[in-house]
């Protein structure tokens, strides 16, 4: 007897793929995290690379002959994130200036699609922790827009080693989830 699973991003082969990003941003936040001299303009060039990755392997994900369910956010979210690293690696002062707003961008878009993937999958065990996911996403992202208007350094440093340290738990997790189910 099969059993049914329902995933809203979908199951790819190319799982791991996703899971080795979640694992670089969890190193890269807890890199930031205990070397904050290494400075701002580190912070945002780094990520900015780790948000290029990032839409790489969701434009894999999206355009891969067997297509997952959901791979339109896949798309979405590759061509935000690229859109945002290529912009952050750019230019160092551009970087400094918007890197705050460029982060809650980003994590409110991903705050919002996994608010909506707990509602598509509700018939899961588990669809509330996508919920919950969804809820603090974007309540980082929130706190990144406050900050950027202060521009308040510390604030944004210690969210940014916040946001790669979550974040790459998150993506981590949802690597599993994506993980192709042995068919008996």
């Known amino acids: 007897m099969k059993?049914?699973?329902?995933?809203?991003w979908g199951q790819t082969k190319y799982w791991w793929i996703v899971l080795v990003v979640g694992i670089l941003?969890?190193?890269?936040?807890?890199?930031?995290?205990?070397?904050?001299?290494?400075?701002?303009?580190?912070?945002?060039?780094?990520?900015?690379?780790?948000?290029?990755?990032?839409?790489?392997?969701?434009?894999?994900?999206s355009a891969g002959a067997e297509r997952p369910r959901g791979w339109g956010w896949w798309l979405a979210g590759g061509v935000i994130d690229m859109f945002v690293g290529f912009m952050l690696v750019r230019s160092v002062?551009?970087?400094?200036?918007?890197?705050?707003?460029?982060?809650?961008?980003?994590?409110?878009?991903?705050?919002?699609?996994?608010?909506?993937?707990?509602?598509?999958?509700?018939a899961n065990k588990y669809w509330w922790m996508y919920l919950i996911n969804g809820i603090l996403l974007l309540i980082i992202g929130f706190f990144f827009l406050e900050a950027g208007y202060l521009q308040d350094m510390m604030m944004v440093s210690f969210l940014t080693a916040l946001a790669f340290i979550y974040w790459g738990f998150t993506v981590a997790m949802m690597s599993y989830d994506m993980k192709p189910v042995a068919e008996k």
């Open 93 to 122: 002062i551009l970087s400094e200036i918007v890197f705050p707003y460029f982060l809650a961008f980003v994590l409110i878009f991903w705050g919002i699609a996994s608010i909506i993937a707990s509602v598509g999958t509700r």
């Open 25 to 61: 941003l969890v190193l890269g936040g807890f890199a930031y995290w205990f070397w904050p001299a290494a400075g701002y303009a580190v912070a945002s060039q780094i990520f900015g690379w780790l948000l290029i990755l990032a839409g790489v392997v969701q434009l894999c994900v």
């Open 3 to 8: 059993t049914l699973t329902i995933n809203f």
